[in-house]
Nanobody, 122 residues
């Protein structure tokens, strides 16, 4: 069993930065960050596989960085140049089975955290 626990959300002004953390019982082959804004469907933001092949949504490329610390069993999402449209509940998710190159598909992930709220004001 893998139980992701997110932290690090908060309220910032546009242009600001936040770093989200996700502690898991063990890092697995495929992990990702997702978000769900008000009235929107959950969408993939960034993912990594065991070989650190990274994948990003077009909307966050160049601003967000996903990384992991294997010694701490922690997944991170560094978010820079935040925009009001980044406002959402952010979730960490773990895929139980192998994935190559990461995945931004919500349906492929098995274990989800409770989420951490990110609010960006203009």
């Amino acid at each position: 069993q893998v139980h992701p626990v997110e932290s690090g959300g908060g309220s910032v002004q546009a242009g600001g930065s936040l770093r989200l953390s996700c502690v898991v019982s063990r890092l697995t082959n495929c992990m990702g960050w997702f978000r769900q804004g008000p009235g929107k469907e959950r969408e993939g933001v960034a993912s990594t596989d065991r070989f650190v092949h990274l994948k990003y949504a077009d909307s966050v490329k160049g601003r967000f960085t996903i990384s992991q610390d294997t010694a701490k069993n922690t997944l991170y999402l560094e978010m820079n140049a935040l925009k009001p449209e980044d406002t959402a509940m952010y979730y960490c998710a773990v895929k139980a089975t192998y994935c190559s190159g990461g995945s931004l598909m919500v349906s492929e992930y098995n274990y989800w955290g409770q989420g951490t709220q990110v609010t960006v004001s203009s």
